[in-house]
């Protein structure tokens, strides 16, 4: 696997210093191959002597082939550098002009390595090589072009060997154990364009490292362990245009002042890192960024305004990030971006905030989502996405996406992948369908609130009603809800938990729908269900949402029964009687809601839950009102201050209790305000009393005659003589004596 993975590394550097000799082995080719490449004459036609690969096969250390015209590839043991070095010398020049070298057992590039040999490229890998000669590479028949020492242990740049070097264009010492650039690093190097210092242990740059390289046109560095601070070293680096700074150790926002200023730079790779938010004006010092790549942070924040100072940007990647939601005013400055990646995040629609500010964008990636909604807004005639991609994204398909899915299907630029990819999660009868498929008279819509609010005039279950009681917004983001059952007497099993958001316009967006597992007959107070959303549902402070619940009760068949709660702001400290915030203040209390728990010996307790600010005024009073078969068996008065009561004596059967609201009567022409709630009672019969009384007497008086019996018992042990030993066992003849008679001798015989 090691090999392997060596031989891949090569490749990639052959490819990068083949661009660089292809001119130069075509004009070495011609000035000074001679034979080699020699055209001649025969007949007026010009003949061509094709290039052969050299033969170095003899030895047994070495190992040698050619995988392009002019490249050498060898391996070999330690002393192959020798074997090798000699028998290139025997070539004319310019029949290799680049050697790629994979030697074992050296850990030192000896001095004056390769003597007399003109190289154009040079590759050096050992995975044992520490340190390399000072004058190693001055024997060399001409100055390289492209030198690469990967794969190595290289600890240090090799500064003094490079400095006579002074033709390098291109070198590679990636995949080395550098932790430190000093200064003058790369002196004397001032044509080196291309310099790949990726995956090694870098951490600390001097501000001196890279000032002599005015040529520099692409720096990776790639996989090492640079911070935010060291990062001000590159200052120097004026002309550079390409820069790979991924998988470091970036830690916290993307600043303007994040890099130095660079005015040509127009590649910008800082995926893989720690960077959580991307500022106002980030970045301001790439005036010509074309290509930035932001993916596999964790980024969650898009300031407004943040790309104002990188409207050249073209190809932009958000992938792999914890983006929610993104504003209009974060992307208003990017008009000339063409490509935008923003899979794997958690956005929850598609809005005009997204497409319309770009003007020139073609290609939108949005996979891995949690989009549900898609506006019709966006469907513009200046459009121009040639393609987009939805997977992995739960659509909800009713009828506002008509426009979307009529565009899918009519578009002549998307291809049937993209086209395909947006696929249907919701409602069931649509699950795992096309869109782009789907018969538009499919895509139906009710009443502009959740569904469940709408199943609840058919629901044939009498009387049942769910309210949310209680309601907890945490720190940590969780939310804890309380919800009324009623009655709870009817045993019920939880099916489903959705939230809902209100977005422009007051539609309702589902964003979470997940199973709710509970049942009543294993829950202490089956009255009051109580249901936690977890922190990772993301929902937004400040946004609206609506909570809905749905139960199955058997009421003879199973029914299924929702609920849900108003419309209200998330906000933290939310109080219940701010469920409604959009409603005016209310003037007086209201019943939220009866909570009735009935026991098994015939109480029954009614607890009125009121909102409002009438529980403090000495005119609020309840009427309580219990009723059976149309006649009234109870009714109570009760103060808002104390609006609960016990009621006792109650038989098995059916009730129905109601409590009116007659607060502020005397003082306004409003009708009272009544509540009613069904509940059962499994209380005693009617004639139970009269039964139970007798079971008590009748257990009294048989403790009693025990009692007088074990006292005679021990009254007549005490009283006869101890001379009485007993039998131990009757004689055969007596067994037919009395009943009394048996039993006294038997207790008799039982006492020895």
């Not at 060399?140 to 740049?157: C, D, I, K, M, W």
Request: hydrophobic share 40%.
């Amino acid at each position: 696997m090691k090999r392997r993975m060596s031989v891949q590394m090569k490749n990639r550097v052959l490819i990068h210093v083949l661009v660089c000799l292809a001119v130069t082995a075509a004009k070495t080719t011609s000035e000074d191959d001679g034979p080699t490449a020699r055209e001649t004459r025969a007949s007026g036609v010009i003949i061509q002597n094709e290039w052969k690969c050299p033969n170095i096969t003899k030895p047994l250390a070495v190992e040698c082939s050619c995988d392009f015209p002019h490249t050498l590839r060898c391996t070999g043991d330690k002393t192959a550098l020798q074997v090798i070095s000699r028998r290139l010398r025997m070539f004319r020049a310019g029949t290799i002009s680049l050697l790629d070298i994979t030697v074992t057992g050296t850990s030192v590039l000896p001095a004056r390595f390769l003597e007399g040999v003109p190289l154009h490229g040079l590759v050096v890998s050992t995975g044992e090589l520490r340190r390399v000669n000072e004058s190693a590479f001055s024997a060399l028949a001409r100055s390289l072009q492209a030198l690469g020492l990967p794969n190595n242990l290289l600890e240090s740049v090799p500064s003094t060997a490079l400095h006579s070097l002074t033709g390098l264009e291109r070198l590679d010492l990636s995949h080395n154990k550098l932790d430190t650039l000093k200064a003058n690093s790369f002196a004397g190097l001032t044509n080196l364009t291309y310099l790949d210092l990726s995956d090694n242990l870098l951490s600390q740059l001097s501000p001196q490292a890279f000032p002599g390289l005015v040529s520099l046109r692409l720096l990776k560095m790639r996989g090492n362990s640079l911070s935010v601070s060291a990062l001000s070293a590159l200052r120097g680096l004026k002309n550079l245009e390409e820069l790979d700074l991924s998988s470091n150790l970036l830690v916290g926002p993307t600043t303007p002042n994040l890099l130095p200023r660079m005015p040509t730079l127009r590649l910008l790779t800082i995926a893989g890192n720690k960077l959580v938010q991307v500022q106002r004006g980030a970045l301001q010092g790439l005036p010509n960024l074309t290509s930035l790549s932001l993916s596999n942070n964790q980024i969650d924040v898009l300031e407004d305004h943040a790309f104002r100072n990188l409207s050249t940007l073209t190809k932009l990647d958000l992938a792999n990030n914890r983006i929610v939601a993104v504003s209009s005013a974060s992307l208003a400055h990017l008009e000339k971006l063409t490509s935008l990646d923003l899979t794997h995040n958690f956005l929850r629609s598609l809005t005009p905030d997204l497409i319309l500010p770009l003007k020139n964008l073609q290609d939108l990636r949005l996979d891995d989502n949690d989009i549900s909604m898609v506006a019709s807004e966006i469907l513009t005639p200046n459009l121009k996405l040639k393609r987009l991609s939805l997977a992995d994204n739960p659509l909800n398909c009713d009828c506002t996406l008509l426009d979307f899915a009529n565009w899918l299907t009519n578009s002549t630029f998307l291809n049937e992948e993209d086209r395909d990819s947006a696929v249907c999660a919701t409602p069931p009868a649509l699950e795992n369908g096309i869109l782009a498929q789907v018969s538009p008279g499919s895509l139906l819509c009710g009443e502009p609130v959740p569904p469940f609010a709408t199943l609840a005039p058919s629901v044939p279950a009498p009387g049942t009603q769910i309210t949310l009681k209680d309601f907890d917004y945490q720190e940590s983001g969780a939310i804890n809800l309380i919800w009324n059952i009623e009655p709870c007497s009817r045993t019920y099993t939880c099916d489903r938990l959705m939230v809902y958001e209100t977005i422009t316009g007051g539609n309702e967006v589902l964003v979470e729908s997940r199973p709710l597992r509970c049942e009543s007959r294993h829950m202490s107070d089956p009255c009051n269900l109580p249901v936690t959303l977890p922190s990772n549902l993301l929902l937004e402070p400040g946004h609206k949402y609506r909570y809905c619940i749905a139960i199955f009760q058997s009421v003879g068949d199973l029914y299924l029964v929702p609920g849900c709660s108003d419309v209200f702001v998330l906000e933290r400290n939310t109080a219940l009687q701010s469920l409604t915030p959009s409603s005016p203040t209310p003037t007086g209390p209201k019943i939220a809601a009866i909570r009735t728990n009935a026991s098994d010996d015939g109480f029954l307790y009614v607890d009125v839950n009121l909102v409002g600010r009438g529980p403090r005024d000495p005119d609020c009073e309840l009427s309580l009102v219990i009723f059976s078969a149309e006649s009234v068996v109870r009714e109570r008065k009760l103060n808002c201050s104390r609006s609960y009561a016990t009621i006792t004596d109650l038989v098995q059967g059916p009730y129905r209790v109601c409590v009116t609201l007659q607060e502020f009567e005397s003082r306004t022409d409003r009708p009272p305000k009544t509540r009613c709630v069904d509940v059962t009672v499994r209380g005693v019969r009617h004639g139970a009393r009269l039964e139970i009384v007798l079971f008590v007497v009748i257990v009294v008086s048989c403790g009693l005659l025990v009692a007088a019996l074990w006292a005679g018992r021990s009254l007549l042990n005490k009283s006869r003589p101890t001379r009485i030993q007993g039998q131990c066992f009757l004689p055969a003849e007596e067994f037919e004596i009395t009943h009394r008679a048996r039993y006294v001798k038997l207790l008799t015989t039982t006492k020895v």
